[in-house]
């Protein structure tokens, strides 16, 4: 089973800056829609970002102008860059190819890379 792979969590202040990258072999992200989640400390799970197979971004209201995704297609990875994090930022991000907003039963899921804001 392909399953992607994220790295870059950590522990930041209030203003600070993350990146957090996905990697996976199996399949290639120019060709795949994909996808930022991320779970909330009190369960909920929140769409963050997307990339679409055309190069398209989208990202949700709550980190709309913090948040950057992009593709190395060379590379085969997908970065979310995390500025200007605030505590609500706190959660499990998980990289997945999915469209933006758009839940797949078969997607694959990373095992999620914690990130925690606080000061």
């Known amino acids: 089973e392909v399953q992607p792979v994220e790295s870059g969590g950590g522990s930041v202040q209030p203003g600070g800056s993350l990146t957090l990258s996905c990697s996976a072999s199996?399949?290639?992200?120019?060709?795949?829609?994909m996808s930022w989640l991320r779970r909330l400390p009190r369960g909920g799970l929140e769409w963050v970002c997307g990339?679409?197979?055309?190069?398209?971004?989208y990202c949700g209201d709550t980190v709309k102008g913090r948040f950057t995704i992009s593709r190395d297609s060379s590379e085969n990875t997908v970065t979310l860059q995390m500025n200007n994090l605030k505590s609500e930022d706190t959660a499990i991000y998980y990289c997945?190819?999915?469209?933006?907003?758009?839940?797949?039963?078969?997607?694959?899921w990373g095992r999620g890379t914690q990130v925690t804001v606080s000061s």
């Open positions: 199996g399949f290639t992200f120019a060709e795949t829609h």
């Open positions: 997945t190819n999915q469209a933006y907003g758009a839940y797949d039963p078969y997607s694959s």
């Open positions: 990339i679409y197979k055309d190069g398209t971004t």
